[in-house]
């Protein structure tokens, strides 16, 4: 081979080798773990709202999942026993942040699993009474997150539903016995029905068939209207609680916008979707560089009143103008 030819043949083996280096050069895209008490986004309809509105939250950071982000889901599918499991899966894929959303339970094994990945989390429970954090202000630790007031607004559920149906004496609480949050809003609730003179009745379902008997039994119990506890079960298996109250004809207020637009006839609570937003938003920001120990608790205080006519109308019942006037949306 002559001297031109071999110098020319080195210059373009080099040069073909250049992109290959500068690729294995590229810094890897930082992961999030995505742990939920939920059933997969792209199985259950139910669990997308919330998906989307993480993936905003990151957005308005800088980051989108695919390009500069990688998110690893994990879905217990309303199975709590499955949480450690997967938070240990994450934990093992050394995941730079861990998202644990879908409630107290998510929460909790993720901050069992590990003591140094920062964890954001959802939650309607007071993250200082069960432990979560040292405090509002400052978390301590790794862990911060968003809490959605579930037991404060307990009370106020019972006094609107009790306002749509006055005549009404009993009134059940469907609660989730699994939720460790269970108990404080049950106290909540019992007190709130003894402020507007009612007789609460407590009913619990732990799973899908339990639904389903609890419903069978509103008869027999009495039960003239129902309020329904902030839980990921009941929020996942919405369609089904929605289409048993129209079944039943009981008038129902649920703690999630989610339920109205299924069909459901009322709701008041906390906007579980910007919870999760503001989620993202924080895992975004410990991305760039914050610590959770800097970023205080996020009280939700976006609470909504939402109306569905058209349910009214199918269990003859009419809005008053009162709770017309307060709502922030009404459905037709």
């Known amino acids: 081979m002559k001297r031109r030819e071999f110098i020319t043949l080195l210059g373009c083996t080099a040069a073909s080798a250049w992109p290959l280096a500068a690729h294995a050069q590229q810094p890897a895209v930082p992961v ?19 998906a989307v509105a993480f ?14 982000l990688a998110i690893e889901y994990r879905w217990a ?48 429970s007071d993250p200082v009474k069960i432990g979560l954090v040292a405090s509002l202000n400052r978390p301590g630790g790794n862990v911060t997150g968003v809490t959605m007031l579930a037991n404060v607004l307990a009370a106020k559920r019972l006094e609107l539903i009790s306002e749509l149906v006055p005549k009404a004496t009993a009134i059940g609480f469907l609660v989730n016995p699994n939720n460790p949050n269970t108990v404080a809003e049950t106290s909540d609730m019992e007190a709130g029905a003894r402020a507007v003179g009612k007789q609460s009745v ?25 309020a329904i506890a902030g839980d ?31 069909g459901g006839l009322m ?21 760039k560089g914050d610590k959770p120990d800097d970023l205080p608790v996020v009280q939700a205080t976006k609470v909504e009143l939402v109306l569905n006519l058209k349910t009214a109308k199918a269990l003859g019942i009419t809005f008053p103008l009162s709770l017309l006037g307060r709502a922030d949306e009404v459905i037709e």
């Open 32 to 50: 999030i773990g995505f742990l939920s008490s939920f059933a997969a986004e792209s199985f259950a309809p139910e669990s997308q709202p919330y």
């Open 55 to 68: 993936r905003q939250g990151l957005s308005e950071t800088g980051y989108s999942d695919g390009h500069n």
């Open 77 to 124: 599918e309303n199975q709590a026993s499955r949480l450690p499991v997967l938070a240990a899966e994450l934990v093992r894929r050394k995941v730079a942040v861990i998202a644990a959303t879908g409630g107290t339970a998510s929460a909790l094994a993720a901050k069992a699993a590990t003591t140094t990945i920062p964890i954001v989390f959802t939650a309607g």
């Open 202 to 226: 407590l009913l619990r379902a732990g799973t899908e068939r339990e639904i389903d008997t609890v419903f069978a039994t509103l008869t027999q119990q009495r039960v003239e209207a129902l």
């Open 232 to 262: 990921p079960l009941f929020d996942i298996r919405r369609s089904q609680i929605v289409a048993l109250a129209t079944q039943h004809a009981v008038p129902t207020i649920s703690f999630s916008r989610q339920f109205v637009v299924a």
């Open 267 to 287: 709701s008041y609570g906390s906007s579980i979707t910007d919870a999760y937003r503001q989620a993202g938003l924080y895992a975004g920001r410990i991305l």
